[in-house]
């Protein structure tokens, strides 16, 4: 079935990855996440970016002198215990800009 231009699939398949595992190639370029509080992330590559403090919901909270977001990697920081927002001002700026288009296009598919 043919979409209208402003619609956009709800899902993506993960078939061919179940199909082949030895693809490495991602699904998508990136996944965007939303907190219960409204709060946005995005992922991309191994990088997490969370548009925040705290954890947009009710585990962490932020704590005074935190930076105004968040960036792990989650190659090598799974648990997202060192905050490197301040660190890559690269990363923070490419990923923001990324989300931004994805918010304005309506969609992140």
């Not at 990855?17 to 191994?46: C, Y």
Request: aromatic residues 6%.
């Amino acid at each position: 079935m043919e979409l209208p231009g402003n619609a956009g699939e709800d899902s993506c398949s993960f078939l061919p990855a179940l199909l082949d595992p030895g693809n490495d190639m991602p699904v998508r370029e990136a996944t965007v996440h939303h907190s219960i509080d409204g709060m946005f992330a995005i992922r991309k590559d191994k990088w997490k970016l969370i548009l925040g403090q705290g954890s947009g919901g009710w585990s962490r909270k932020p704590q005074e002198g935190d930076p105004p977001g968040q960036l792990y990697d989650m190659a090598a920081d799974v648990e997202e215990t060192n905050n490197l927002y301040l660190d890559r001002p690269d990363i923070v700026r490419e990923l923001t800009t990324l989300l931004e288009k994805y918010k304005k296009e309506g969609r992140s598919r």
